[in-house]
């Protein structure tokens, strides 16, 4: 079936770095971009970046511009997301999500949502 | 930047009620909305996209209606497994996109 897995739980100092990985199974795994989602302790949910496998276009939040960087392997169909100069606000529960709203590089629709989202990656920022 | 606030943010209601939840964009989004249901430990749920359009394997008590800056996902009965959060989404930006703050539905 269609899944997303992602790594697991990672504990982290301020000034850090980490690096969660998302792989797909179950569809051909450049067709869809994937989006990166997270969520803070008693917040909302917030985006973060999308990624297109079919022709490398990447956009990330204002917000994390120079500190965000995501990453593809095609031989394992896996994305990573990497998170530079950790803070404890980065605190949070972080997803990959595939978005239907382009395959092979054709947009079908902006009124898409995220259709599969990995189980989640809690990452902890702590002194 | 077009935000979306969702009212109201905790909705207490019993099994078998009728859920009404808003979401609105402080600009037209069109009909560019998804609606998620989100539980804890859980990784979110796709229920509706382009504003009306139920995702696959939703069920049919999960509907969205709306389109412009004004939007609503009902559920005509709460069964048990539909008390958590909810989120509505826009993408008028495409590809950035962004959340609602989130409609609490909890057990009355």
């Known amino acids: 079936q269609v899944q997303l897995v992602q790594s697991g739980p990672e504990v982290r100092k301020p000034g850090a770095s980490v690096k969660v990985s998302c792989k797909a199974s179950g569809y051909t795994f450049i067709n869809y971009p994937i989006n990166w989602v997270r969520q803070a302790p008693g917040q909302g949910l917030e985006w973060m970046g999308w990624?297109?496998?079919?022709?490398?276009?990447?956009?990330?939040a204002q917000k994390l511009q120079g500190r965000l960087t995501m990453t593809t392997d095609t031989s394992t169909n896996t994305v990573y997301m990497e998170l530079r100069s950790l803070r404890s606000d980065d605190t949070a529960v972080y997803y990959c999500?595939?978005?239907?709203?382009?395959?092979?590089?054709?947009?079908?629709?902006f009124g898409y949502g995220l259709d599969v989202w990995g189980q989640g990656t809690t990452v902890t920022v702590s002194s | 930047e077009i935000v979306l606030t969702q009212s109201p943010a905790t909705l207490s209601l019993s099994p078998g009620e009728r859920a009404t939840l808003s979401c609105r964009a402080s600009?037209?989004?069109?009909?560019?909305l998804a609606w998620y249901q989100h539980k804890l430990g859980q990784a979110p749920r796709l229920l509706i996209y382009d504003a009306s359009n139920r995702a696959t394997g939703i069920p049919a008590r999960f509907s969205g209606s709306g389109s412009g800056t004004g939007f609503t996902l009902t559920i005509s009965s709460l069964e048990p497994e539909d008390f958590a959060v909810y989120y509505c989404q826009q993408r008028s930006n495409w590809p950035s996109l962004a959340f609602g703050g989130g409609t609490k539905v909890e057990i009355k």
């Open positions: 600009q037209s989004v069109g009909t560019y």
């Open positions: 990624i297109s496998l079919y022709n490398d276009n990447i956009h990330y």
């Open positions: 999500a595939r978005d239907p709203s382009m395959v092979k590089g054709i947009i079908t629709t």
